[in-house]
């Protein structure tokens, strides 16, 4: 458990996405089974201890600590299970009984034991035997959440950077293998057979595209397909099962329940989810906007209401495995023929067809792309007719040809310092519109933020202007005088309560820094809501 | 004929000792000042005479740049002020100079701490109890969740980084006046004896201190430093310097931070601190408590810092206490 607590206490101070892999990975190389599977479990939020909650801890402190002094303490730590950590009454060390922290294995092992009428004494027992930073992993670890900047996908990278494996076949093998994963450490480790997992509805690697650029691709060799502004998504079913996996592989069967009645064929289905809407100009039953979706993103429990309101159905791109046949080896031209054939015999309201674009040559495409209104196109996809279907992204299979961006110019108004590698550079801006005539005494409003889209050079420029033109702060905050403007690129924009503005941007990049622009010349606010199409 | 100590008022912007019309740390001038130690919150300058210790007038004097109104008192010495009030100054443990004032007057008993700590300080006299009616502590880290550890530890883990990653240099943000000083002490106590560089910033407090016998060994300044001569070194500067332009000149810095609110690991993450040092110049929770009881007075009075708790404390264990809601104490995270 030291190693283990000592690990979380560097990722909590580690920013960087390199060394939190590094930490991660020497862990896992140096560490015993079954602890660094636990590990990993834990790092992965793959654990659950029904008997701990927040509530525990907090009733566990009360019976030792007066409950106004934990109140100050947990109001100021801001944090419950590190403020525990801190004021769990150390006991004096007795005598040829010298504290005996618990392995990982041992503190899980206890606390999957540990039921509502135990856990009082169980878990004070078990908190007895650590020291603070052993107190707060092991709390972290029982109340499922870590949070110490590791994604389950990180987790996974760092798996496969300590065995020199490929994370595509980390994924795959992942939600075969229930913690503390001793079948993938051997497999990864040791060299083993990969595990079997025909039976089961796992996620596959999803097969990914490279922005087109410049390139042009002669279309004998590619097909077109729109590109569909929603969730990627991939659902399986095996042995009865269905479920429904994210881009990054997080099961999300829960948020959207009716994907999951409606796929009843063994068969693991790529396509995109995206809700039914009216607000769509486009074909007879388009998709509503991103926005539309996004209300029903990150929701463990769906009402009712919402299900007839806002309903799912997924648009299909691709099949990969279909009636106990894996297709990722035979080229797009069978498994879309594979597709196609089975969509009748799936229900209809949940499912339908990414339509191949019927166009003659590039340029005809290119037409076709600049003239398509619909919004939720993202753009255009260009799949090489015999390519298989591999895990990631591979140079010279699939393209992605994003429609151009909206352009606007605004007007800095506000910068932030950055953190990591740009903690002393002035990074993230906000920026504003005109709500009416400048030169008749209108006022910015800040529309947006971003803080990619420039170079190191530019950077250094933009720092320098911000620490020059500074006119108040607020902490790691500066307002500026409103001198520049930069056009911004975004790839819609919505209306939004959360701005003064009443409007968001999606993916909001600096374009051009206008050094040359005067300020009152940059778009007002009407410019930005004839842009909208909600 | 007892006073009860009508003599001693708490206002907002500082104690006033009422016959002698003098005011203790005040926020604002006064003709007549009883300083207890030198940082800026507590020695404001401008007053038409200011009562401190030596060093603490030096360190006031390197600061406003005058020696106006001094009037210098040794630790342990009397002096008598106006209105048959005498005053004592006493070892408070927290940085060169640092004193408890402690107040006398018709039989009656004050103290008051300024900033201290119970912890071993190479660079000052330790904190010395004394009995006395009412004790008007500090309270800046007065939370049950203070337990800061012993700075032999948060060494070993500096010393540790330096040999990990010598090809980077660590930037410990410091207080300017007293933690610089102390860490940079700990550090030769601790066996390192390569040269430490500095911001500017903290050049003339760390020459003041050598002023007066305090060892820091080998000192250079990153104004005059090359970039790879500061690889595996300690770079020491002030807080506010930690992610300011200044830092890119150093070698890849390892950003870390000493002061007590490390102890929350979320405090430490908002300022960007990759290795951070608990090392406090503050009475902890349980200094703060062992103090009250060591000193055993018969009143409580609590300043500066986070008085609620430990008003809950005292009234826990039956000891009579009161909050004193004095303006201007700096309760700035760097400390």
Sequence with gaps: MEEFAALIDSLVYTTSRNAKLQLVADYLRRTPDPDRGWALAALTEGLDFPAVKSSTIRNLLHDRVDPVLWTLSRDFVGDTAETASLLWPQGPALPGNPPSPPTVSEAVELLAEMTRATVGVKLAQLLDRLDADGRYALLKMATGAMRVGVSARLAKTAFAQAFEVSVEEVEEYWHAIPAPYTALFDWAANGAAPPDTAALPLFRPF????????????????????KWDGIRVQLAHAGGETRLYSRGGEDITGTFPEMAEALTIPAVLDGELLVRGAHQGGEEGGAASFNALQQRLGRKAVSAK???????????????????????????????????????????????????IAADHFAHLATIREGTRDD?????????????????????????????????????????????????????????????????????LPVGKAYSGFTDEELKRLDRHVRQHTVKRFGPVRETDRSLVFEVAFDSIHVSKRHKSGLAMRFPRIHRIRWDKPVHEADRIAALQALVRD | MPANFSWIRPEPWGIH???????????REVPHALVTHGHADHARGGHGQTVATPATLAIMELRYNTREGAVPVEYGETIRLPGGVDATYLPAGHVLGSAQILLEHAGER??????????????????????????????????????HPPIEGEMAKLLQRLADQPDRCVLVGAYALGKAQRVIAELRRAGHDRPVFLHGALERMCRLYEDWGIDLGELRLVSDAKKDEMRGAVVMAPPSALNDRWSRRLPDPVTSMASGWMMVRQRARQR????????????????????????????????????????????????????????????????
């Design chain 1, 207 to 226: 097969m990914l595209a490279h922005p087109l650029e410049e390139l042009e691709v002669d279309l004998l060799d590619y097909v077109a397909e729109w």
């Design chain 1, 306 to 356: 919402m299900l007839a309101e806002a309903p799912a159905f997924v648009r299909l791109y691709d099949v990969l495995q279909l009636d106990g046949e894996d297709l990722r080896e035979r080229p797009w031209t069978e498994r879309r023929a594979a597709l196609e054939a089975l969509l009748p015999r799936l229900p209809a309201d949940r499912f339908d067809i990414s339509a191949v």
């Design chain 1, 376 to 444: 939720a196109i993202e753009g255009v996809m260009l799949k090489k007719r015999d390519s298989p279907y591999v895990a990631g992204r591979r140079t010279g299979l699939w393209y992605k040809w994003k429609r151009d961006p909206l352009l606007v110019d605004c007007v800095l108004m506000y910068a932030q310092r950055g953190s990591g590698r740009r903690a002393s550079f002035y990074s993230d801006y906000t920026f504003g519109c005109w709500d009416g005539d400048p030169d008749e005494g209108a006022e910015l």
């Design chain 2, 17 to 27: 000792v009422v016959p002698a019309d003098c005011w203790i740390d005040p926020a």
């Design chain 2, 110 to 147: 004050v103290i008051v701490t300024g900033d201290y700590k119970r912890r071993h300080d190479p660079t000052c006299p330790p904190f010395q109890v004394t009995p006395c009616d009412i004790f008007i502590t500090e309270a800046t880290f007065g939370l049950p969740v203070f337990t």
């Design chain 2, 272 to 335: 960007g601190v990759e290795l951070p040092l608990i090392i406090s110049d503050h009475a902890d929770w349980p200094e703060l408590i062992r103090t009250i009881q060591e000193v055993n007075p018969q009143e409580s009075w609590i300043t500066h810092g986070r008085e609620e708790a430990l008003l809950r404390w005292c009234e826990l264990h039956q000891r009579k206490a009161r909050a004193l809601a004095l303006v201007g104490y700096d309760e700035d995270e760097d400390d």
